[in-house]
């Protein structure tokens, strides 16, 4: 285990990425939309699954790269160092959206971003019928390219638990990544489950509104503290 890292710090780091708003609500809107769209629980199961695991993949090959770069070069330092100091401005801007949510700058996913999310969703509508594997090829696309587009507004506690592994091997790196991104997406099985078993994607959603700001200041919170942890493991002042 790398030097100031823990099991809790990595489990608490993903359940925090996990709860994000943003995440949870380009979920709820996949969901609704497979529900509308299959007419049968049973296939939006199916497909929500194979979207998350898609996502889990997407996570996992994004921080095995990134990490490999960062260990296997002399950039480690300036990343470990960066990563810390992302988490600190991504926490102010967090918390910020607890008092003033949405106003002025905030951390969302990619200008743009939603509405490709919808026009690929209206192409998959199209070839449901017609094209049954190009619906599984489209979702896995889909599952990628929500990723990317949330990376800025999900991205700060993988950013800061990738610095930390830096400092390690990248052997005993890929592991606890493997566990951060399986604990990552254990939100999205469970808000799966829910609507598998009937609660309405308008009733999420009306959830997911009504704690996004806490979401927000939790998010906030934990970043901030993340950031000057990792920067007091340094003993920059000692």
């Known amino acids: 285990m790398p030097e100031g890292l823990t099991l809790p710090i990595i489990i608490v780091a993903a359940v925090v990425d996990s709860i994000n708003p943003c995440v949870f609500g380009v979920l709820i809107f996949l969901i609704a939309f497979m529900t509308k769209l299959f007419k049968s629980s049973h296939k939006m199961l199916i497909f929500g699954l194979l979207y998350t695991a898609v996502v889990y993949a997407t996570y996992l090959i994004l921080g095995l790269g ?19 100091i992302v988490a600190i401005l991504a926490g102010l801007l967090e918390i910020k959206d607890f008092f003033w949510y949405g106003k002025g700058f905030s951390l969302q996913i990619l200008p743009g971003g939603a509405d490709r999310i919808k026009m690929y969703t209206k192409r998959m509508e199209k070839m449901e019928q017609s094209h049954p594997l190009l619906m599984v090829l ?15 507004c999900t991205g700060a506690p993988y950013l800061a638990i990738l610095g930390l592994l ?7 790196a890929v592991p606890l990544l493997l566990l ?4 990552f997406i254990f939100p999205l099985f469970i808000i799966i489950g829910i609507s598998y078993f009937g609660t ?3 009733a999420l959603e009306s959830w997911r509104k009504e704690h996004r700001g806490l979401m927000r200041l939790g998010i ?3 970043l901030m503290a993340l950031g000057f942890y990792m920067i007091y493991s ?4 000692g």
């Open 66 to 84: 990134i990490l490999k770069i960062a260990v296997g070069t002399s950039f480690s330092n300036f990343f470990y160092w960066l990563a810390a």
């Open 180 to 183: 951060y991104n399986l604990v």
């Open 200 to 202: 309405t994607s308008e």
């Open 138 to 152: 489209t979702t896995i696309f889909l599952g990628v390219f929500v990723v990317l587009v949330e990376l800025p």
């Open 234 to 237: 340094l003993n920059p002042f």
């Open 220 to 222: 906030g919170l934990f």
């Open 166 to 172: 830096s400092k390690g091997s990248y052997a005993e």
